[in-house]
């Protein structure tokens, strides 16, 4: 004798169930457990939104992770979004497979200030390259850099003409030594203790390139 719903008491014979739920009314109870409303991060600056342990760009991929992480245990798919809520597929496994349903979340953002735009607004700095020479040479090499900086995780926090060239100081180290090294600059290099940070010292480099 096939079964009925325990709720609207459709048969088994139409439906797929779910325990003793119609795939109606198991849709239907997803959607009503479902939280109302989720919380995200974002810039208040960059506008990124935090996900996976990092601030990302607002697009619609990492707004779905972003998401999926506020609901665990549920398979998301963003279906659209504004700035009030996003609407949503939802899946939820089952021993008799997935149950899915749609439903619209408000979205309440919360806001800070990112580290990368923290550091932009207080001018942190790890390198100095100091170009010294001729002065077109100098202009060259400098706007070379600028396109190399402004395609990495690094940004140039300042510029500073000098009367035999000129200053550019720029916020990772890391990305200032690598440019160099790709452009095969000829460089001298010294060091400068900045402080300490986890009981570590934490030195500033400066490099001297004479064109």
Request: with cysteine.
């Amino acid at each position: 004798m096939p079964r009925h719903c325990a709720t609207c008491n459709r048969s088994e014979k139409d439906f797929k169930f779910y325990g003793g739920f119609c795939e109606v009314c198991a849709a239907k109870r997803l959607g009503d457990k479902l939280p109302k409303l989720i919380e995200l991060e974002r810039c208040k600056r960059c506008g990124r939104i935090w996900v996976n342990g990092r601030f990302a760009d607002p697009n619609p991929k990492a707004l779905e992770e972003a998401i999926a992480q506020k609901m665990r245990g549920y398979r998301i798919h963003l279906i659209d979004n504004d700035d009030e809520g996003a609407l949503l597929d939802i899946t939820e496994e089952k021993e008799q497979g997935g149950v899915s349903t749609e439903k619209r979340i408000a979205v309440k953002v919360k806001t800070r200030t990112c580290d990368d735009c923290y550091k932009r607004a207080s001018g942190y700095w790890e390198a100095l390259i100091q170009l010294r020479g001729q002065r077109d040479r100098v202009e060259r090499l400098a706007a070379r850099m600028e396109r190399y900086i402004s395609k990495s995780a690094a940004f140039i926090s300042k510029t500073e003409d000098v009367e035999t060239g000129k200053n550019i100081y720029i916020s990772s180290k890391t990305v200032a030594s690598g440019m160099i090294s790709h452009m095969e600059l000829k460089y001298t290099s010294s060091f400068t203790l900045y402080g300490i940070k986890n009981g570590k010292r934490v030195f500033r480099n400066t490099y001297a390139i004479h064109l």
